[in-house]
């Protein structure tokens, strides 16, 4: 056990690894194995039931579990409500539940309450009354593939930063505890940062919106972390394809695309729609 400083409160953290996937969760590139793995994702939900219990050995207090995405969530939660009481509370919270049932994360209660979330919760909102996290190490994060000109939401270990804004999580009422479902060695190899959303993402709209707005050519923006050379050819390639960049200059419609709060590819269904008179369908 270690101690790491919250921000109001220190927070404890434990490392409870799970035996069955050590080696399955350190394959190349950080990737996860395929989520056929049934097993893997047993042992997972029996981790989560058992660090739950000893949280609340611990004493009064919430709990936050962190989980990559929906599927993780419903099944834990599943598993959750058959091993406790009707009064402890089993909570959901992923982007597509309805505004209503998100609210009843916020709302009060007397019962001791289970929240299971997405990495939605690291950063972008608070759970008031948390005072254990247990950290599955793992989040949905959004890669563009250069190859397929699609992106997609990949299962991938967690850096180091946000593992740790995972942890503070908990140590904003009193001292937490957070418990991490993987070794400490695991952790330590971890990248220290998340990369950073322009390195993993078609460039297509980006070019798009700095054209409209007359910034720099993108070449020569100063960005923090500037772009690959591959990514931004390959979103002028898209861009031309379009028919939004004529010689690396906006095109009329380009001009129109920008306008739309929208993916390029999509903006130019909108208006290909329009021009043929199938808006409504």
Do not use: W
Not at 63 to 75: S, T
Not at 169 to 197: M, S, W
């Amino acid at each position: 056990m270690i101690e790491v400083s919250g921000r109001l409160y220190p927070v404890e953290v434990r490392y409870r690894p799970i035996e069955e996937e050590s080696e399955a969760i350190k394959n190349a590139q950080g990737t996860l194995p395929k989520r056929n793995d049934r097993k893997t994702d047993r042992d997972l939900v029996e981790a989560i039931v058992g660090a739950a219990d000893e949280l609340c050995r611990e004493g009064p207090g919430d709990v936050l579990v962190f989980l990559p995405g929906e599927r993780e969530i419903c099944d834990a939660a599943e598993a959750l409500r058959k091993h406790y009481p009707p009064h402890t509370e089993i909570l959901t919270l992923f982007a597509r539940l309805s505004a209503q049932e998100q609210e009843r994360v916020f709302k009060p209660s007397n019962a001791r309450r289970i929240v299971l979330a997405t990495n939605f919760a690291e950063t972008s909102l608070t759970v008031p009354g948390i005072r254990y996290v247990i950290d599955t190490g793992t989040a949905r994060v959004k890669r563009y593939s250069y190859r397929n000109k699609v992106e997609q939401l990949q299962i991938e270990l967690v850096s180091q930063a946000a593992a740790n804004q995972r942890a503070g999580r908990c140590g904003c009422v009193a001292n937490g505890i957070c418990i991490r479902l993987y070794d400490e060695t695991d952790f330590q190899t971890r990248p220290r940062f998340t990369d950073p959303e322009i390195l993993r993402s078609s460039l297509a709209s980006v070019i798009l919106r700095m054209k409209s707005l007359h910034l720099t050519a993108i070449e020569t923006f100063p960005f923090i972390e500037p772009p690959p050379g591959r990514a931004i050819a390959d979103g002028y390639q898209l861009l031309g394809e379009l028919g939004a960049v004529d010689d690396n200059a906006l095109a009329p419609l380009g001009r129109e695309l920008a306008r739309l709060p929208l993916d390029p590819r999509v903006g130019r269904m909108i208006l290909a729609a329009r021009d043929h008179h199938a808006l409504k369908d």
